[in-house]
C-alpha cells in the first residue's frame, strides 16, 4: 500500500511544505504594436501546444525593490482563442516569461 498521492515523487515526503502556485515558464510569441512599445502576447507554447491569445484583457506593471534585487514584472490577463483565461508575467530583469496560476 502506497501513501503516495498521484503524480508525488518518492523523494518527497506527505508533510513536505511546498509553495503554491510557483509561476511556470512558458514560450510567448509577441509583436510591439502600441507607442511604448511594450511586448503584446499573441500566441503561447504550453503542454506542447501553440495556444493563441483572443485578446488581451488587461495588463499592469509591477516594479519593486530596486534597492535589493530589482523586480520588474509586466503582468497579462488573457483571453484564449481556445476558451481559458490566463496570467502571465513578463520578467523584464531577465527577459523571461512566465504562467501565474491563482
Not at 26 to 42: A, C, D, M, S, Y
Not at 70 to 81: D, F, H, N, S
Amino acid at each position: 500500500m502506497s501513501l503516495r498521492k498521484p503524480g508525488q515523487s518518492r523523494s518527497e515526503k506527505p508533510d513536505t511544505l511546498r509553495f503554491l502556485n510557483q509561476p511556470r515558464r512558458i514560450q510567448v510569441q509577441t509583436e510591439r504594436g502600441n507607442e511604448h512599445l511594450i511586448p503584446i502576447p499573441v500566441a503561447l507554447l504550453q503542454d506542447g501546444r501553440v495556444r493563441a491569445v483572443e485578446h488581451l484583457e488587461d495588463t499592469w506593471l509591477l516594479e519593486d525593490e530596486w534597492w535589493r534585487q530589482r523586480i520588474c514584472r509586466r503582468y497579462y490577463r488573457l483571453a484564449l482563442a481556445d476558451g481559458p483565461r490566463l496570467t502571465i508575467f513578463h520578467d523584464c530583469a531577465k527577459d523571461e516569461w512566465y504562467a501565474q496560476g491563482y
